[in-house]
């Protein structure tokens, strides 16, 4: 006979429901690693069930090695509000994010294989989906390593970003990085600069600006030049060191960055969003 001590033990051991842990228990002969094995199985299922349904909440956790030189972005997924505020989740995406830092995977697959107290994380989130009830994935996984790395989370962590400068001022480097973290969150630029646009962007962009150029009627001699003016627009716009710096209009993020130190340079940045 299962008792509730029993019962217990397993909720607390595994955060299941109770109700559950009694069928474990039950199917498992009172074997708590076989009701474990149970539960896990029960998680696959509800996964699989599940699967077709949106996760579009969740959390994205920005974290840097001690040395700032190291710094990885994670995006945990779940389908409500409710679930991406909890304590509980927050700090299994949280976790998530440490192991990625320590082991610094080259790919989500890797990080996936990786252990998380005795299961790998593929299997931790599939026994997350039993115990809560909702699809949960992770999304998206983004590393960086460089002189400087700064992470910062915005918008009760629906927003990360990471900021990789070649430079390492200690204190002043760091908060340099805040701030084009700030910019990144707000302004949401494409790349580092114009060399870093990709052809296909400036292709699209292009041939939308010839496009919209001739419904305008303007002579078919000036079509090329008109599209290559807009292109120079849309890289001052949308490439981080020309656009107007958000802390000071006056100037753009690359002069900024030059009265802080003129051998300082963005070498890469990441930008994580829930969606």
Do not use: W
């Amino acid at each position: 006979m299962i008792t509730a001590a029993e019962i217990n033990k397993l909720r607390m051991q595994t955060g299941a429901g109770m109700m559950d842990c009694k069928k474990a228990l039950e199917s498992s002969n009172g074997d708590f690693d076989g009701a474990i094995d149970y539960l896990r199985k029960k998680g696959q299922k509800v996964a699989a069930l599940r699967n077709e349904r949106e996760a579009k909440e969740g959390a994205v956790i920005a974290l840097t090695s001690a040395d700032n030189k190291k710094g990885i972005v994670v995006c945990l997924n779940c389908e409500t509000d409710f679930v991406a505020k909890n304590e509980n989740f927050v700090q299994f995406a949280t976790s998530i994010a440490t192991i990625a830092l320590e082991q610094f995977p080259a790919t989500m697959d890797d990080l996936l294989n990786c252990t998380l107290d005795g299961l790998t994380i593929a299997d931790r989130i599939t026994e997350q989906v039993g115990k809560i009830g909702e699809k949960i994935s992770l999304s998206k996984y983004e590393r960086v390593e460089n002189e400087m790395v700064v992470p910062y989370i915005h918008m009760g962590n629906k927003l990360g970003v990471l900021v990789a400068m070649n430079l390492n001022k200690g204190e002043e480097s760091i908060n340099v990085g805040k701030d084009l973290a700030m910019q990144i969150a707000a302004m949401n630029p494409v790349a580092v600069d114009a060399s870093e646009v990709s052809q296909e962007i400036i292709d699209r962009e292009m041939a939308i600006a010839k496009e919209k150029a001739i419904a305008e009627g303007k002579p078919e001699a000036m079509i090329e030049k008109i599209a290559q003016g807009t292109v120079q627009k849309f890289f001052k716009e949308s490439t981080l060191v020309n656009q107007a710096f958000v802390k000071d209009n006056s100037k753009t993020v690359g002069d900024f960055l030059k009265t802080v130190d003129k051998d300082l340079k963005v070498t890469l940045f990441k930008r994580v969003t829930l969606n």
